[in-house]
Structures are given as structure tokens and as C-alpha cells.
């Protein structure tokens, strides 16, 4: 077998592995979505987000 050979087979092989992480990288994206979503909505996020923009213009001098 020549190395030529060796080096497309090599190639070759590695095209459905791009493709399998795209999928793992697309359903952990959905994931995190999905969790900060259920996060943001619930009493919890309400009372973050309150928080954070009360710092933010306490930081500014405005608050």
C-alpha cells in the first residue's frame, strides 16, 4: 500500500467525525438554551436580572 494511498483513506475517514461534532455542538446549544431559558422565566431569573440591572446603574451613578 503506498502512502499516497494511505494519506486519502486517511482523509476520507475523518469526514463523518466533523459531522458528529456539529450534532454533539448543536444539541449541547439547545441544552444550554433550554436551561437558561427555564432559568430566566422562573422567580429566580426575575430577581437576577433585577439584581444585575440595579448594579449595573448603581455602577453608573444613575441607581
Known sequence: M?????????RTDQRGITTAEYAVGTAAGAGL??????????GFGDQLLKTLFDHVLGLLGIG
Open 33 to 42: 438554551a433550554g436551561l437558561l431559558y427555564k432559568l430566566l422565566t422562573g
Open 2 to 10: 503506498s502512502l499516497q494511498h494511505l494519506s486519502r483513506r486517511s
